[in-house]
């Protein structure tokens, strides 16, 4: 390990250095927070009114006018996009990784404090630049945020597809080059900067995940910007990687030669990655939270890990299955779909161990805990549809369905939002040195986790009765009638679950400042974070750098003074 001297820097003095451009890695958490909070708004309001146009699709709304069929498209993208980069991968990573990961391996701050700020900025800069193709002549993109070949590599295939495209393409570039910093950041932290003691199977399983997470971002990140420069070239500078000798309105394109499909594959090898870069941050916290709060080990502490380590692996070799529909051989198609299969055991043997934590356990049923809970409920839920879409020969009639939309929402969107409301109910006092309201905190829990279940089950009946995704209306076609009640049942609740948030938002900033002050430890918890003050001074530890001795789950130990032994616990004391 590194000696940490190297890395400490002083504590900033003026406001700018302190809270804008600031190279400590809890203000940069917060800022990472901060922008993730801002983008699922935007990302939610986007959604609200696709499901007003599926029901109403005459209505004029104020502001946004008529939505037309591609206004629906341009929205069906740029929800897409916003909520998978700017808040699925930013929050549980950036967020609470940046903030916690240093304070939960005894590190006074990250290995790279100056590429810390500066993968930040760059992040705000790529949803500045997002933002912008709302904004653009013609409008934002609308060839889904998978971004599809040859209708996103020509600039005459629809409206948005001039600089709406051109910026939705940038933005993703540039997000690519702020994770890959990020990335580098997390693996050298971990393996460099731990405390002494804090051996790899000493840490607490959050920093397993974030450890695995960064190494899929390395991986993923990298070929989604060669993928997106190459959709670059071809749109602005006459290039055919991606574009055949294709007709568009009655014209021959200057293309030839070009292949839709190799985008499908890189960008699909990154997508799936980024799948498990969005879930393991909460597979990792919903682990941290089910051990805390039933006051037991975790069960199967190894088993977690090394079920970590292979999803990360597994995460690379299934990217086919997203692409049965596109005429895959027989042969391809039988080994992504037992991959696929494959991968689903490690996520099993988590939630089996998870199930094994609150067997018999003393549970304490505050927030954070529901959260868990939930995280757990609705991983399980979204899951179990995952099997069906492994066959191709169930996936090509699913494929184009609302099945594979309740199913992706519910495992990789809703779950891994679950996380970061455990996340931010349970690491808030630690941040800000204040408790959120256990009334409210309930309140928002049982609306948000009934709501959810209530827009997304509903989808996949609606797929298995063949109602397609992406179509923007429904209300003229015959075969389709009998299935508006449920449409109009799944509007309604996400307009209600979407207002329930505000609960959310009211709770964070009021507590901020009118919470009840927060002890060092209100969890009785056994972690670092919960060894320093609160809020943690600048260099986490007030100048004395921890020595761990235990593992980071000693609850219920038999002879200790109280029910949990911290890590940093002198030796003497018995654990598990």
Known sequence: MVAQDAHAHAGPQGFIRKYVFSLDHKVIGIQYYFLALAAVFVGMFLS????????????????VGEIKPETYLQLLTMHGTIMVFFVLTTAPQSGFGNYFLPIQIGAPDMAFPVLN??????????????????????????????????????????????????????????FCIASLMGALNFITTVLDLRAKGMTMMRMPLTCWAWLITAILGL???????????????DRNLGTSFYVPLVVVNGQ????????PLLWQHLFWFFGHPEVYIAILPGMGVASQLLSTFARKPIFGYKAMVYAIM??????????????????????????FSIMTMAIGVPSAIKTFNWLGTLYKAKIRFQTPMLYAIGFVSLFVSGGLSGPFLAQPVLDIPLHDTAFVVGHFHLIMGVAAIFGMFAGTYYWFPKMFGRMMNESLGRIHFVITLIGTYCIFMPMHYLGMAGQPRR??????LAYLQHLMPLNRFITYAAIITIAAQLIFV??????????PKASDNPWEATTLEWTTAT??????????????????????????PKDYVMQTDPAGVTTH
């Open 310 to 335: 292979a999803i990360g692996i597994l995460g690379f070799v299934v990217w086919g299955h997203h692409m049965f529909m596109s005429g895959m051989s027989p042969y391809s198609a039988f080994a």
């Open 219 to 233: 991986l993923a990140f990298g070929v989604l910007l060669s993928a997106g420069i190459l959709l670059l070239l």
């Open 471 to 476: 179509y923007s209306q429904f209300t003229e």
């Open 252 to 259: 021959v394109m200057g293309h030839k030669g070009g292949s």
């Open 48 to 63: 609200l009114l696709m499901r007003i146009h599926m029901i109403w699709p005459t209505a004029i709304l104020p502001i």
């Open 535 to 560: 809020p943690p001074p600048h260099d986490n530890f007030g100048g004395h750098t921890p020595v761990v001795y235990h593992g980071p789950y000693e609850y219920s130990v038999p002879g200790a």
């Open 117 to 174: 700020m500066l993968s930040f900025w760059t992040t705000f800069v790529a949803f500045i630049v997002m933002l912008a193709a709302f904004f653009a002549v013609g409008g934002a993109p609308l060839h889904g945020w998978t971004g599809y070949a040859p209708l996103s590599a020509l600039t005459n295939s629809g409206p948005g597809e001039q600089l709406g495209a051109d910026l939705w393409i940038t933005s993703i570039a540039i």
């Open 506 to 515: 009211i709770n964070l900033f009021w507590s901020m400042f009118k919470g």
